[in-house]
Structures are given as structure tokens and as C-alpha cells.
């Protein structure tokens, strides 16, 4: 029989965990959810725009009664819980309900806090919190004009900017000096200032409330200086309390709210909490990123799948004013030990601070354009060595070569039809209708309803951008520690390690040994365990076919019309009268439709039949023609020019060295595709400085350029070192190959990979450490000897047969005529 | 031919081991092809050979669990039903087959059940 699970607050934390939990033991539980509200469960991040007239009630519900009701959920709306008897383990409501559990779930969440002055129970004052509030708040703005705003916070600022759209005249009370001081410095929140008093608001600083004054209803509010304002409504948003009285009164160990550990329990083990009510590691968290983080985790042990742990979230906000780009994230106040980098334009009313700690991002603030908000925030949670990036961090991550979509930055004011995502044909309004009308949070969810973002990747950036404008910043970021796949929640690193240490030899044997949560993957794990199996395990003839994606088990690229396309491999872009013989007689016995010279220097005939592929590949194999790998994740070509052999401004043989890379690496499988290139002199007309491993010949030996692209996102490489002799080159090239197999994700090109880890990583592994260097090209050889087989001679061979048939032929038409 | 066929008469097409485990293979057909799917735990189904998105081979896809990724978008399609996974919407056609004795029969005429079955 399942076991009982008994839900206490049906709020977005509370719904969010069943809601995971659902998702991996749909039968584990029979659940029960107690909410004090009278609703399904709402997005209470969504109150402001509400207020603010931009959206209503039913735009913000996240679950209605009938979800409840799909689910075989029990809901108890607008009931109390008020008695935890847990030696019975037993629940008692306001109403006389009683319940009893196996595991209970506390997601109480918060209460608004109320200052403490004369009058602060008068009708006319308000908290800012759920439904109830807003709705007071609205009828006010009807029939009254004066609204005072106690708190210039995020939530009070949110108020103020509602009701002022309503109609009523705003001014905010705040103690401190500046607005916002909890998430923003003093230049920015000088700015906000300036830009909300220039739409009408009033601000009354350093204003120290002292009374609220008023016979029936609020009237006035007195200040500690003596000063008077009128006021028909008051708003108080001076902060949130964690609510963990029931807790605490039922003998849960509760500090400045429920202490729970990493997987969310309590010290009872059987009563978990998640939300606002949560004290973790000493932190407590009043946005909804860390909550969906922790529901997470809670889902994953209820389920007792066991292997989530929580580890405290870093936070980043937003404000919810429209027309108002403002981030923060971290630390951005900084100390000694940290440096400041600002970006000030004041006439543009653009300003951002990065706070800096050994090349570290601790924390940011943005006032004015915040497109690179999220790209900051990754580099502050990834923990990035910025050293490399420093000269151009402020001026955005578009300054670092985003050539792809130009100036298409500012999202808010971007009209409907602006294409966003180019690969799917994807505007900004079906986004963010989608986000809308979907009621969607996450990047993954987006991508899954609308498939911007879900090709190439390159206006993932975008995508992020328009989810945080549209729910308002508090928007669920990617996780930063991410799972490979929805199949488990261990990340690349993880399982990469675990194939080490366990030895780890079959896709079978990872998934089991992780206890992957689908039968046998999917199309996103499969590809890259067995990349990591093979990476790992060279010699052992570990490929498993049916875990590679089509191109790269059968050795040839699938078109759109289901045709395949061959591309013989040209050494260094070299070819000769021969081999072009060759092409041209398969090209005509075939009828080939297209035959097209690719970028890589190299020639591809376009719209072949598989099951003509290995009749093809005989042909092109007697020529001395082998696989071109230009389908795989692998090795491409090295592009080169003709360097000093024939140019009068050559420098050094480049396509010799182009050749003796191509010899060297060839059969290579890499986590993305990898390509190179010789230029025989600094004119670099084989532009050398956009491939994942450039070689530029100067007159004094070779220039190692590393980490370029010229695809989704021009990145110029960045400069590796100088080396006198062809040999040092190709250990060089070798060894980072090999970094690059051993460490980066699967699917993860080399530019976003030193991106990620830094240029400087790189070079104290290859540049500084010659021991390591030639250690890792040592592996890198080793592996070779294994993979340098051309796979189209061995399928001409009979390898897999099966591919290139079909199974049976049926005529129809036969069929029915002898019927 | 002397046997008196129908159109409803199972034909063989293989046996099991004609195709991989977490493989495909293509049944040749003069109205299209048929995608013979095989699972891990050597069930067989038979969708028409196209995906509802843009019209990729199925077979050649990667098969997990009971679904097929589509090799040119990657869109899902349950082996079953032929339905696209959610969200994404779409059908493609799905045939009767059966495994008797590690004998696959097939029955060539679309099952009804897809919506705008084409």
C-alpha cells in the first residue's frame, strides 16, 4: 500500500516538490495538501503585475482543482493546520480535520512582517503577500487617493509602482539612506531612484515611522522627526518572517526558521520542509530559484531515489517594474580583499559593477541594460577564472565575439515579431505567449514548447532573457550543477569520474550502477556515454552502435529527405588527378545530384541512397579515398594553404604540418566536432584563428592558437604559445586534444570549454607542465592506435550489413491484385 | 503466386534477430517505408517510416525505452501509439506486427487510432 504523505501549505514550494515527486514515483504516495488560502495553488512572484493591472488572478494560477483531482490529490483549502501530534503521527485543522502520515511535508512559508507601531492593525493597512492583500489593495485604489508605502525594498517598490498604475498617489517611506540596499549600491539605486521619482513616485528617506493614525481607518503617518503625511492606505513591505510557529510548537528544532539538512529533513526524519519556512546551513531564502532547487532535492528522498543533495543556492534579482532593468547577484558590496570593476553612463543611464576576488566574480549589479545578467551570474557560479576575460567582462558577453545575432540585445523592447530563435524560426511573441499561457519557469521548459533554444544553442542567452522579463526576474535558472540528461541527476564530471574509479566498461553498466531513471536513456545520454566509455576505455572495443547518433553508425551525414551525403577525407586540403577521377566516376554511376567543395577544403557528394553506401565507399576506397569523418563528433579536416612551397609570403611548409596533424589525429572521436588549420604566415588565409586548434607559421616557427569557432558563435582563438619544430607542434596538438577529450562535456565545443574552465587552466596543464603535456599526448597516441581504422573500408567488409538493407519488401500492389 | 493472399493476410517479414536490440530496420513498401522497431526487452513495433514533424526516418532514429528520437530534430514518438511525446504533437501511422517463435509478421495496412492520419 502506499504510504500517506501529508502536505502542510499549498504554495509554490509545497506544489512544486509533489509536483517533482510526481514526476519520478507517480504511485509512492497517497498525498494529502493542506492550504490556509481559499485557491489552487498561484505563482505569488506574479502578485506585483497583478497589482500593477497587467495581469489578472487567472493568468498567475499554476494549478487549478482539477489538477488536484488528476492527480488523486486531496485538498484542503482554506484550512489551518494547527496541531503536529508526531509520536501518532497525526496532523490536527482548524476545522476538526484530522490526518495522519508517514512523512510529512511542512512548505509554510513566510509571514510579511509588521512593524510594530501604534495603529499598524487600523483598517487601510495592508501586508503585501498573497491574493487577499492585493485585493485590498485594488479596492483602495477605487475609492481613495493618498497610498504610503513603509519599505523600499524589492516587495515595496513592486507595491508602489502597482498602486501608482492604479491611479493613486505613491510615496514610499524607507529608513535606510538608499533604496533597495540589500541588493543594490548606492550609484544604482541612485539611478532607480531618479527614474521612479521622474514616473511620479515620492520618496521619503531616512524616515523613521512612528505611529499610524487614524479613528476607523487609517489617516496619517507620523515619523519619529515629528513629520506628518496623509495617507488612506498603507502598505507595509518592510520584509518576510519564515513561518515555522506550527514547527516549533510541535518540538521541531527551528532557529530563524525549520533547520533542515540537505536532503531537506528535519531533525525528525520522517517531516521534511521546503520553502521559506527553511533554515539551511545557516541561510534562509525569499526567492523562488532556491525554493524549486530545494523541491528538487525533497522530491528526489521522497522517492527514495537518495542520490540529491542540496547545497544552498546563490540568488540573483530582479525588480518587477516594468519599463525598470535592474539585476544584483551576490556579493556586491565587496571588502579588502576584492576589487571593483564599474561601467558607468549616466546619459544612457546604463551602470554595472562586478565585485572581483582573484579573478572571481562575487557579485554584480546592473542598472539599465541587464542582457549579460544571466552570463554574469553563470561565471559567479561556475566559479570562472575571468583573467582571460577582463578587458572586455563589462562591455558584455556580445563584446567577446557574439556575432550571430548583433544588436538584438535589448529583449523588453523588442517588438513580438523579432526572430529569436533562427534555427527553429521562433519569434519573441510565441515565447513568450508560450511562457505565458504554459505557465512555464525553466529554460528546459521553454525549449520543450517552443524549440527556441533547443538547435543550436546560440540564442539560449535570449531565450533566458525573455523567460526573466516576462515572469519578472524571478525566473528558475538553469540548476548550476547540471544533471546530463532528465534520465539522472549526476553531471557529466560525476559520471565521468565514476566510469574511472568503478571501471565502468558498458552504457548498461553506468546506467545501472547510477540507477538511471529510465529504462535505457535517451537520444541526449546515450551519445555521451558511450563517448565517455570510449574516451576512457580505448582499447577495449566498447562502441556500442546503437547508442550513437545515425550519422555516426553508419559513417555517413543523413539529409533532410533522409539521403545521406560522403566526404572523403583530403589530406591537408591536398588532392590529386586521381582521387578526383575517382569522385567523378561515383558521382556519375550514382547520379549524384549535388556535388559540392565544402569549407573544409574537401569535396561532398550529396543525395545517396544508404543502401548504396557501401558499393560507394568500394569505389572511393580503390582510389585510396577513405572517410572524410565529417559526420562525426571527431576529428574534421585541417584546412591549410599552401605556405612557403609555393607562396612567395610563406614562412613555413603549412601543408606539410597540415598533412602530419591529419595523419596524427584522424579517427579521433572528441566530445564535439574539432577542427584545425595551418596558415603559412600571419595573412592566415586559412584562418587558422576561428578553428578549435590553429596553427599560424611565422618566420621563427609556429603560433598555437586554441578554442575558436566560426560557426553558432565567431570566437577568435585565443593564443596558446610559440613553438620552434614541427614536433613540439604536433605534441602540443595532441596534448590539448586530449584535454579536450578527457575533460570537456559531451557536446560542449572547445570554445565554450575554455570558456568555461579558462585559458589559463589550459595553459598551466599544457604550456607550464611539460611532464603533463607529454602525459596526456602519450594518452592521446595510445588511444589512436585503436580508432585509425577507416570505418568505410571495414563496412565495404561486411561490418553491420544489416544497416545498409532493408529488411523485407512487401508489393502492395501485388497484394491486392491476388485478392 | 499460388497461395491466395489478402491485403489482411500476416506477412513475414524476419526474424528477431534481423534487428538490434535498441534498433530499427526498414520494411520496403510501394505505398512507403515501415520502421520495425525492437526494444531492450525484444518487443517489436511498426510505425510508417516518416516523422510527423518533417517527415524523418524514423529507423534511423535511437530507441529508448518505448519511444524513438527522430534523427533530424530529435522530436519523440512513442513505438506504441506512433504519437509524438508531449509537447509536441503529431502521429505517425502505426502497423500490427507480431512475434511468433522470433518470426516477425506484419500486418501492411495502417492501424486507425492516429488523429489526422495521413
Known amino acids: 500500500m502506499a504510504e500517506k504523505l501529508v502536505v502542510i501549505g499549498n504554495g509554490m514550494a509545497g506544489i512544486r516538490t509533489v509536483e517533482e515527486l510526481l514526476k519520478l514515483a507517480p504511485e509512492a504516495y497517497d498525498i494529502t495538501v493542506f492550504g490556509a488560502e481559499p485557491y489552487g495553488n498561484y505563482n505569488r512572484i506574479m502578485l506585483s503585475p497583478v497589482l500593477a493591472g497587467e495581469k489578472t488572478i487567472n493568468d498567475i494560477m499554476l494549478n487549478d482543482e482539477q489538477w488536484y483531482a488528476d492527480n488523486n490529490i486531496r485538498l484542503h483549502k482554506g484550512k489551518i493546520v494547527t496541531q503536529i501530534d508526531r509520536r501518532n503521527r497525526k496532523i490536527l485543522a482548524d476545522d476538526g480535520t484530522e490526518e495522519s502520515y508517514d512523512r510529512l511535508l511542512l512548505a509554510t512559508g513566510s509571514n510579511p512582517f509588521m512593524i510594530p507601531v501604534p495603529g499598524n492593525d487600523l483598517a487601510g493597512v495592508v501586508s503585501f503577500r498573497d491574493i487577499h492583500d492585493v485585493d485590498n489593495m485594488l479596492d483602495a485604489s477605487k475609492s481613495f487617493k493618498h497610498a504610503v508605502v513603509i519599505g523600499g525594498g524589492l516587495l515595496g517598490l513592486e507595491a508602489a509602482n502597482g498602486l501608482m498604475n492604479q491611479g493613486m498617489s505613491v510615496t514610499v517611506v524607507h529608513i535606510n539612506k538608499t533604496l533597495m540596499e540589500r541588493q543594490l549600491d548606492e550609484p544604482s539605486a541612485n539611478m532607480l531612484r531618479r527614474t521612479l521619482e521622474a514616473r511620479g513616485m515620492h520618496f521619503l528617506m531616512e524616515a523613521q515611522t512612528e505611529a499610524i493614525i487614524g479613528k476607523d481607518r487609517v489617516e496619517k503617518v507620523r515619523f519619529k522627526d515629528g513629520s506628518e503625511i496623509y495617507a488612506d492606505l498603507v502598505v507595509m513591505a518592510v520584509g518576510i518572517r519564515p513561518n515555522f510557529e506550527l514547527a516549533k510548537k510541535s518540538g521541531i528544532h527551528c532557529e530563524r526558521g525549520i533547520v533542515v539538512n540537505d536532503t531537506l529533513q528535519t531533525y525528525d526524519p520522517r517531516v521534511y520542509a521546503v520553502g521559506e519556512c527553511v533554515q539551511h546551513r545557516g541561510a534562509t531564502y525569499g526567492l523562488v530559484a532556491p525554493l524549486f532547487e530545494m523541491a528538487k532535492v525533497c522530491a528526489n528522498h521522497l522517492a527514495m531515489h537518495g542520490i540529491g543533495r542540496y547545497s544552498g543556492s546563490v540568488t540573483s534579482t530582479k525588480l518587477k517594474v516594468t519599463g525598470i532593468d535592474l539585476f544584483s547577484a551576490g556579493d556586491f558590496t565587496g571588502n579588502e580583499q576584492t576589487e571593483e570593476l564599474v561601467f558607468q553612463d549616466a546619459a544612457r543611464g546604463v551602470y554595472r559593477k562586478l565585485i572581483v576576488q582573484d579573478n572571481r566574480i562575487k557579485g554584480a549589479v546592473m542598472y539599465g541594460d541587464t542582457i549579460d545578467g544571466p552570463w554574469y551570474f553563470d561565471l559567479m557560479r561556475d566559479d570562472t577564472d575571468i583573467s582571460d576575460l577582463r578587458e572586455n567582462i563589462l562591455f558584455g558577453q556580445a563584446h567577446l565575439g557574439d556575432s550571430g545575432h548583433g544588436d538584438d540585445n535589448r529583449v523588453a523592447a523588442m517588438a513580438d515579431t523579432v526572430e529569436i530563435c533562427g534555427c527553429n524560426g521562433v519569434c519573441k511573441g510565441e515565447i513568450v505567449k508560450a511562457i505565458v499561457d504554459k505557465k512555464l519557469f525553466t529554460l528546459e521548459e521553454v525549449r520543450a514548447h517552443t524549440k527556441a533554444s533547443s538547435s543550436c544553442g546560440s540564442c539560449t542567452g535570449l531565450v533566458e532573457s525573455i523567460l526573466a522579463s516576462t515572469v519578472g526576474g524571478n525566473y528558475s535558472l538553469a540548476p548550476h550543477q547540471k544533471p546530463l540528461c532528465a534520465c539522472t541527476e549526476h553531471t557529466h564530471d560525476d559520471i565521468r569520474k565514476i566510469i574511472m574509479e568503478q571501471e565502468l566498461k558498458s552504457v548498461r553498466a553506468v546506467m545501472d550502477f547510477l540507477e538511471w531513471k529510465t529504462p535505457d536513456g535517451c537520444s541526449k545520454c546515450r551519445p555521451a556515454l558511450n563517448y565517455y566509455l570510449i574516451c576512457q576505455w580505448p582499447a577495449e572495443g566498447l562502441d556500442d552502435y546503437q547508442s550513437r547518433f545515425i550519422n555516426e553508425r553508419v559513417h555517413a551525414n543523413i539529409q533532410k529527405d533522409g539521403t545521406y551525403s560522403v566526404i572523403p577525407r583530403m589530406w591537408g586540403g591536398h588532392t590529386t588527378p586521381k582521387e578526383l577521377r575517382a569522385i567523378a566516376s561515383v558521382a556519375e554511376k550514382f547520379n549524384v545530384e549535388t556535388v559540392h567543395i565544402t569549407g573544409g577544403q574537401r569535396i561532398a557528394l550529396y543525395g545517396l541512397k544508404k543502401t548504396e553506401l557501401p558499393a560507394i565507399w568500394k569505389e572511393l576506397n580503390a582510389a585510396g579515398l577513405v572517410s572524410g569523418h565529417a559526420y562525426g563528433k571527431a576529428l574534421r579536416t585541417v584546412k591549410t594553404c599552401v605556405g612557403k612551397e609555393w607562396c612567395r609570403f610563406g614562412t613555413q611548409d603549412s601543408t606539410h604540418l597540415g598533412i602530419e596533424l591529419e595523419k596524427l589525429s584522424w579517427g579521433s572521436w572528441t566530445p564535439h566536432k574539432f577542427k584545425m588549420a595551418v596558415s603559412g604566415c600571419p595573412r592566415n588565409c586559412a584562418e587558422a584563428t576561428i578553428k578549435d586548434f590553429g596553427v599560424v607559421c611565422v618566420d621563427s616557427g609556429y603560433e598555437l592558437h586554441v578554442g575558436g569557432n566560426g560557426g553558432v558563435k565567431v570566437r577568435a582563438t585565443d593564443f596558446l604559445c610559440h613553438v620552434k619544430t614541427e614536433d613540439e607542434a604536433l605534441e602540443y596538438t595532441a596534448a590539448f586534444m586530449q584535454l579536450y577529450r578527457e575533460e570537456a562535456h559531451y557536446l560542449e565545443r572547445t570554445a565554450p570549454w575554455i570558456e568555461r574552465v579558462g585559458l589559463t587552466y589550459v595553459k598551466e596543464r599544457i604550456v607550464e607542465d611539460t611532464d603533463n603535456r607529454k602525459a596526456l599526448a602519450e594518452r592521446f597516441r595510445y588511444s589512436q592506435q585503436y580508432m585509425q581504422n577507416d570505418p568505410w573500408a571495414e563496412r565495404v567488409e561486411g561490418i553491420d550489413e544489416h544497416e545498409f538493407k532493408p529488411m523485407a519488401t512487401i508489393n502492395l500492389n501485388e497484394l491486392k491484385r491476388v485478392s | ?118
Open chain 2, 1 to 118: 503466386m499460388s497461395a491466395v493472399m489478402k491485403q489482411t493476410d500476416w506477412i513475414k517479414i524476419g526474424n528477431l534477430n534481423d534487428i538490434p536490440r535498441l534498433g530499427a530496420r526498414v520494411v520496403e513498401t510501394d505505398a512507403g517505408n515501415i520502421a520495425v522497431f525492437r526494444t531492450a526487452e525484444d518487443e517489436i513495433f511498426a510505425l510508417r517510416d516518416k516523422c510527423p514533424h518533417k517527415g524523418g526516418p524514423l529507423s534511423q532514429g535511437i530507441v529508448h525505452g518505448k519511444r524513438v528520437a527522430c534523427p533530424l530534430h530529435d522530436w519523440k514518438i512513442h513505438l506504441d501509439t506512433g504519437i509524438a511525446v508531449a509537447p509536441d504533437e503529431g502521429c505517425a501511422a502505426s502497423f500490427p506486427v507480431k512475434l511468433e517463435d522470433e518470426v516477425i509478421y506484419l500486418l501492411p495496412m495502417a492501424s486507425d487510432g492516429c488523429p489526422n492520419n495521413s
